[in-house]
């Protein structure tokens, strides 16, 4: 078993004020010095079997037509061994 | 016989009842469609309601684009039926590619409800022929995700082939871009706006005007013309 990460995040030119609401919250918590702030979406995908190149074509697909909207979006795709069990 | 229009309900979709009962007021048949059924009932037309279909999860009409009886929507609005998406149906329309853009959440964050005062900018459209272009018309807003973007190229062409097809005036409710409240695809056939057109056909409720009747009054004519 392995784990495939999608991360997906806003394309730069697109406006995101969630990230915005946060930065602007920084410096009332005491944290300066952060000058931008995008937020964005992780999915941890547990595959069933060898994370083959087929089986990562497949995410990629799914990643390109639904976890992304590419219109607006860019998306990463990792993959992440997984620690044995009883470790 | 007169005309017959699908109004598909999702689970979460909320405006369901409301756009039946405008379709029934301008004197068109309403048949409700389930979102597991690939049948479309022999419609002559579909309207995709406002709410929050399957929860907004993800994005705002991402699942819903894939359910049963969008494939059945898609693959006939490609061949010129008429379908109209209200909000979370505009959603839906870009999610599936029906229509250009995106829908991103209001550039505030806040959830927005308000009588919105609009432009009609394309009065040719097969939802929009009982309006004449440049009419201004008030239509309730309601809305989470109302932010109209796409990218500078696709809006110059939106703009170019005057398929920007309705504008906000006075008040900017959401971030949209160039002011954008609704658009056309390239027929004509396909219509998304975020306001609510069909919570403004009865003098007693809502705006207390009748603006968004003729969206429901120009598809009928359309299609008992056809």
């Not at chain 1, 919250?25 to 931008?36: H, I, M, Q, T, W």
């Not at chain 1, 799914?62 to 044995?84: P, Q």
């Not at chain 2, 703009?159 to 971030?175: H, I, K, S, T, W």
């Amino acid at each position: 078993m392995a784990r495939v990460v999608v991360d997906v995040m806003l394309k730069p030119e697109i406006l995101d004020p969630q990230g915005q609401a946060v930065q602007r919250a920084l410096p009332r918590l005491g944290f300066e010095g952060v000058s931008d702030v995008r937020q964005g979406k992780r999915f941890e995908l547990e595959v069933d079997g060898p994370v083959d190149d087929a089986a990562l074509a497949r995410i990629h697909e799914l990643a390109e037509s639904f976890l992304a909207n590419t219109v607006i979006e860019d998306y990463i795709v990792k993959v992440e061994e997984v620690a044995e069990a009883g470790k | 016989m007169t005309a017959r229009i699908g109004v598909v309900t999702f689970p979460g979709s909320l405006d369901d009842r409301d756009t039946q009962r405008a379709i029934r007021l301008a004197g068109a048949e309403p048949v409700a469609l389930w979102h597991k059924d690939k049948d479309l009932k022999q419609v002559d037309a579909v309207v995709l309601p406002g709410g929050f279909s399957y929860g907004d999860y993800l994005r705002a009409g991402s699942i819903s684009r894939f359910s049963p009886v969008m494939e059945t929507v898609i693959e006939q609005a490609k061949s010129g039926m008429p379908v109209l998406g209200i909000c979370n149906g505009f959603q839906i329309l870009t999610e599936a590619h029906l229509l250009p853009g995106a829908m991103l959440g209001n550039n505030h964050l806040h959830f927005i409800c308000r009588d919105q005062k609009l432009r009609v900018e394309n009065a040719g459209t097969a939802w929009t022929t009982d309006y004449v272009s440049g009419q201004e018309i008030h239509i309730p807003l309601k809305n989470m995700d109302g932010r109209y973007v796409a990218d500078e190229r696709t809006l110059d062409m939106l703009e170019a082939e005057g398929r920007v097809a309705f504008r906000y005036l006075d008040f900017n409710p959401n971030g949209s871009l160039r002011d954008i409240a609704g658009i056309t695809n390239e027929a004509g056939n396909v219509i998304g706006l975020m306001p609510h057109p069909e919570h403004a056909v009865e003098p007693l409720v809502g705006t207390g005007r009748t603006d968004g009747l003729p969206f429901f009054t120009s598809i009928l004519k359309k299609l008992v013309n056809a």
